[in-house]
């Protein structure tokens, strides 16, 4: 068993409960905490629910990683118990320096990245999270009504479209409340999904996990 100290930047929705991911404070290193069932979900539980962004949490990994690593998520450490501990709150100013500056946003320039261009890396150079600042508009998302979706530009100026699934966001948009244009959105790359249908094939999705405010 280790015991970590987590920055908490992704608090979000996924089928099955919740992705929770945040930086070692120690390490600098991300770490996203994944059960040992299939799907990777982290039950909804109210210990979990509680934590917000910035929380700094104390959490106990167990001494094993999923191996081999789970398909593109090389950030994954298995959790040996929901019995969380805020122990501080880590400020905006302090956050700002975790920011990536890199042009490119997980991989690629648009909203997808192919799983057999992840194939083609070693898995060390997968990447999966990552936390920048942008300058954001929030608009519902034209397929799905209830759902928001965060617009923003890459290093490259490239436009990215990416559905929202930081819950606290959510509600706050839902209201309709103000919310600041720049900000330090958390982006997650989901594994590998195709339609049911099979109309089309596996893409990898980015998904704005979570939204802090300046």
């Known amino acids: 068993m280790k015991k970590k100290s987590l920055i908490i930047l992704a608090n979000s929705i996924r089928p099955g409960g919740r ?17 040992r069932h299939a799907d990777r979900a ?27 690593p789970d398909r593109y998520q090389r950030e994954n450490w298995f959790l040996d118990s929901w019995d969380w501990d805020v122990v501080g709150r880590c400020s905006v100013k302090d956050a700002l320096p975790l920011c990536e500056t890199s042009e490119v946003v997980l991989h690629t320039n648009n909203d997808r990245v192919e799983p057999s261009y992840l194939d083609s890396l ?50 706050k948009l839902d209201r309709g409340e103000g ?31 979570g939204v802090i405010e300046l």
């Not at 929770?20 to 994944?34: D, F, H, N, Q």
């Not at 910035?54 to 094993?64: E, F, M, N």
């Open 19 to 35: 992705c929770v991911a945040g930086i070692c404070a120690e390490t600098r290193e991300w770490i996203r905490l994944v059960p």
């Open 122 to 171: 070693p898995p060390s150079e997968w990447k999966s999270l990552q936390f920048i600042k942008a300058k954001v508009e929030f608009g519902r998302d034209s397929w799905e009504r209830r759902r928001w979706r965060a617009t923003f530009q890459d290093g490259h100026g490239n436009c990215l479209s990416l559905k929202v699934t930081d819950p606290a966001m959510s509600v």
């Open 179 to 209: 919310v600041s244009q720049t900000c330090l959105p958390t982006i997650s790359l989901a594994g590998p999904w195709a339609p049911p249908d099979g109309s089309q094939p596996e893409h990898c999705y980015k998904l704005v996990a």
């Open 42 to 68: 982290v039950p909804d539980v109210l210990s979990v629910s509680r934590v917000a962004l910035l929380d700094i949490v104390s959490v106990s990994l167990s001494g094993d990683r999923p191996s081999p």
